[in-house]
């Protein structure tokens, strides 16, 4: 039972365009939602992070969206650049069990030149 | 150093035989985080140290699967007759609290034949 779903496998996205990349949840439990990026053969590094009690968080040309009621969230990556290209993991987490993070499955993103 | 250290990147076990990761923390990092990430996969969660106690080992698959940090930093992650089905990359993480974004080290990718 995968409690956070990444559905794309795969995404192209033109430079300079906008990338948006999408997360769903299923356990109404979490409540701490992180974006992580992965190179090849390095470990995953943390991108940007938010908490239920906010929808909206921005950090230079990366956004996560939270929409608690429909159970999703979603990176957007303003402009895409090529060294953007990466996976992309979703994780998700409970503050009261804080320390355990349940994560989706990846998305890898390609920016075309 | 600066980062977290985890040794040796590759290890190629026969099945039935021991084995031993190595992670070094970043100096100071009261939590550390092992996860296992199966090809094509997100991380999942193993265990978890809050100095030298391990907090929450609800994550490891069997009892050949054994954690420790007996100092609070250095933490190794041991694997007795190891099996096919364990192949896989073995992530170690640290942070300052059990909170948000840790930093995760390179991995040591374990396969088993």
């Known amino acids: 039972d995968q409690q956070v779903k990444q559905n794309s496998p795969s995404l192209s996205v033109q430079e300079g365009r906008i990338s948006i990349l999408n997360c769903d949840y299923t356990n109404s439990m979490f409540d701490y939602f992180l974006w992580y990026k992965k190179y090849p053969a390095e470990g995953p590094t943390f991108l940007i992070s938010i908490s239920s009690i906010k929808d909206k968080n921005e950090d230079g040309r990366f956004t996560v969206f939270l929409n608690k009621s429909a159970k999703h969230l979603s990176l957007h990556i303003v402009p895409s650049q090529p060294g953007d290209s990466a996976v992309y993991f979703c994780a998700a987490s409970r503050m009261d069990s804080n320390y355990q993070l349940i994560w989706g499955a990846g998305t890898k993103l390609i920016i075309k030149p | ?113």
Not at chain 2, 36 to 54: I, K, M, R, S, V
């Open chain 2, 1 to 113: 150093g600066a980062g977290v250290s985890q040794s040796p990147r590759y290890k190629v076990a026969k099945r039935g035989q021991d084995v031993a990761l190595r992670c070094d923390p970043i100096s100071g990092h009261v939590s550390l985080f092992w996860y296992q990430q199966a090809l094509g996969q997100g991380p999942e969660f193993l265990t978890y140290f809050q100095n030298e106690a391990q907090l929450d080992k609800s994550g490891l698959p069997s009892d050949r699967f054994f954690a420790e940090r007996p100092e609070g930093s250095v933490s190794t992650l041991k694997i007795q007759r190891t099996q096919q089905e364990d192949s896989a990359v073995y992530l170690c993480a640290s942070s300052p609290g059990p909170l948000g974004g840790y930093t995760f080290g390179s991995g040591t990718r374990l396969t088993v034949v």
